[in-house]
T-cell receptor, first 110, second 114 residues
Framework: SQQGEEDPQALSIQEGENATMNCSYK?????LQWYRQNSGRGLVHLIL?????REKHSGRLRVTLDTSKKSSSLLITASRAADTASYFC??????????FGRGTQLTVWP | GAGVSQSPRYKVAKRGQDVALRCDPI?????LFWYQQALGQGPEFLTY????????KSGLPSDRFFAERPEGSVSTLKIQRTQQEDSAVYLC????????????FGPGTRLTVT
């Protein structure tokens, strides 16, 4: 069963705009990860934020984590057409299995 | 190798047929995971290996699903007597060791059961 939920389910923006995706999860976590999946491809790890961190940056990506609300957000700044993909948050069990949400489908129009 | 590879990339099976899906993890990676991704959904965990040991198979949906990794490298996911609800993309991922946070995913095998 899915352990997290992303919203929105779909997001459509113009190039240059910022894209914000949110994720809620159900259980306690040690860290939360975000993955990207291009159509017909495998998932690519984007960024990891630990439970004791509130914000993390990597290039055009900014992730926040609020453990009290069991939620996280992913911000992509100055989006590009190449950012078009599905984005998933995932929490990790002790043994390593990942629990994914349903994902947000982001479309960036040139 | 350069990354995780999976074969075949696409498989069409008639209901009732058996299928075998192969995963070649990144060389030296100890941990190997299988996930099932239905259309429009996120991946769902199936099973996990550390070397050749299958440590968690709690996600396998039925006893028709079987996975093995006999020599601790290549893994095969076998589905017996396929059903239409088995249609999905099957993703394999590997990571360096048990405690590694990042998993490297293959491109997946899209299984369609007709």
């Amino acid at each position: 069963s899915q352990q997290g939920e992303e919203d929105p389910q779909a997001l459509s923006i113009q190039e240059g705009e910022n894209a914000t995706m949110n994720c809620s999860y159900k259980t306690s976590i040690n860290n939360l990860q975000w993955y990207r999946q291009n159509s017909g491809r495998g998932l690519v790890h984007l960024i990891l934020i630990r439970s004791n961190e509130r914000e993390k940056h990597s290039g055009r990506l900014r992730v926040t984590l609020d453990t009290s609300k069991k939620s996280s957000s992913l911000l992509i700044t100055a989006s590009r057409a190449a950012d078009t993909a599905s984005y998933f948050c995932a929490s990790r069990s002790t043994l390593g299995r990942l629990y994914f949400g349903r994902g947000t489908q982001l479309t960036v129009w040139p | 190798g350069a990354g995780v590879s999976q074969s075949p990339r696409y498989k069409v099976a008639k209901r009732g047929q058996d299928v075998a899906l192969r995963c070649d993890p990144i060389s030296g990676h100890v941990s190997l995971f299988w996930y099932q991704q239905a259309l429009g959904q996120g991946p769902e965990f199936l099973t996990y290996f550390q070397n050749e040991a299958q440590l968690d198979k709690s996600g396998l949906p039925s006893d028709r699903f079987f996975a093995e990794r006999p020599e601790g490298s290549v893994s095969t996911l076998k589905i017996q007597r396929t059903q239409q609800e088995d249609s999905a993309v099957y993703l394999c991922a590997s990571s360096r060791r048990l405690g590694s946070h990042e998993q490297y995913f293959g491109p997946g095998t899209r299984l369609t059961v007709t």
